[in-house]
């Protein structure tokens, strides 16, 4: 047997791994000493040459080759200067969690692939589902994501608003034909999946019906009540209402009690989309802000957001753990009748997938090392910082603050000695930083509805920063914003 024959489990596993674990954590510290920045400092074309060159020239040694060219050539978020997305450096203890998960490889499609990772799955889960403030009838799943989070709350909601409408079970029969048209409720600002999710499930992207927000961009709740009263007039048939605690861009948090009476009120489903802000769940100081959310029917948290997991770590949870059926399945070879009646449970009814990682661990061991409280403190970190940073962009005489960060992240601009090269110079400053290698920062653009603000001159077009290292430190944020503003010099007096 070669060295790259050897398996990762049994007795041997940990020997055969422990040199390849050597190998990895050197080259990891090599690439991202080559790199020295949140960067490599490169276009696109010069990296993809330089990662052929690598391939070409390297005889061997390939786990240490491309790994030190995988950390050499990533944005790195455990870098303080690497701030644009929600996109998290995780804790090294949930990575080494998340190695014994990758090493065991247990799927959770069936109880014989997975024991243990069942019984921790389905514990984890109750655990977040009295934090979100259900009871104990909820019932949940680990997913991908918000965008399988988001698409399972709607598809679920269809499957019982329009179940109960018409006798079927939609599961089965697929939508009905003709009678009223189904509609989806979501805000400008919520995220794209919401619509992806419309369009997956037969509804189409058109019946998601975009409700206006205010400046924070939070969902207005007057215009909700309005577009509700208006579709039911039209005799349309509301199936959800999708609110946002977090949006991607702002961390704006719908206020979901006001969002909950009208969505009751018309029969439709209430998801509230937490991918971003659950986070604020495990800060004492930040969790007021999600009042209302145990009204949902679906709720979406992303631990690889605001919970410092690798990739993936969704969660989906339902109140009512009944609402779940349209998604039951028996598959005679994964979970069959009799063995559930034996005492073998099996998760393969609450997931869209078949084959399952284990991603309740990594949350599960980071849950118990640092405790609510000691994750909470990540939290606030993350918001003071943000809030530093925003200061120093009011104070910044070349820099524009669009509104005060709620969570961890904000819009803002250069502003332009000409108002009408705005969009323009902050587009282009954005992709110089990237290629000096010297900042990652977000490039978004506000809603068509709050362009051109009073006093604020023309553009849409906006940075953002998103702080996730609850390590950055203000003198890191001093650099970053002074990097910000100097390539914005240099862009406005370049051709
Ligand atoms: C990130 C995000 C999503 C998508 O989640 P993924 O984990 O990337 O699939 C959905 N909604 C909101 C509000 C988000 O911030």
Known sequence: MTEGEALSGGVGGAGALEPLLRTVLDALAEGARRRAGPIPART????????????????????????????????????????????????????????AVSALNPSLDSWDQAPAATVLETSLLAELARLVGYGTSAAGVLTSGGTESNLMGLMLARDLVLGRASGERIELSGLPGGGPRPRVFASEAAHFSTRRAAALLGLGEDAVVAVPV????????????????ESAGRGERPVAVVATAGTTDTGAIDPLRECAEPAAEYGAWLHVDAAYGGGALLSDRLAPLLDGIALADSVSLDWHKLGWQPAAAGVFLVRRAETYASLARRAVYLNPADDEEAGYPSLLGYSLRTTRRADAFKIAVTLRTLGRAGLGRLVDACHDLARYAAAGVRAHPRLELHAEPVLTAFLFRYATADPARSDAVNAALRRRLLREGTAVVGRTELPEGLAGEPGAGPGRVRLKLTLLNPHTTTSDLDRLLRAVAAAGEAEESGP
């Not at 391939?55 to 990533?74: K, N, P, R």
């Not at 205010?214 to 309005?226: C, F, P, V």
């Open 214 to 229: 205010d400046r924070e961009l939070r969902m207005d709740a007057g215009a909700l009540a309005a577009a509700l009263r």
């Open 44 to 99: 696109p074309g010069e990296l993809a040459a330089e990662l052929d060159r690598v391939a070409s020239e390297s005889a061997g040694g390939w786990l240490g080759v491309l790994t030190a060219a995988l950390a050499y050539g990533s944005a790195d978020p455990a870098d303080p200067l690497c701030a644009a997305h929600l996109h998290c450096p995780p804790l090294a203890v949930a990575v080494a969690a998340d190695l």
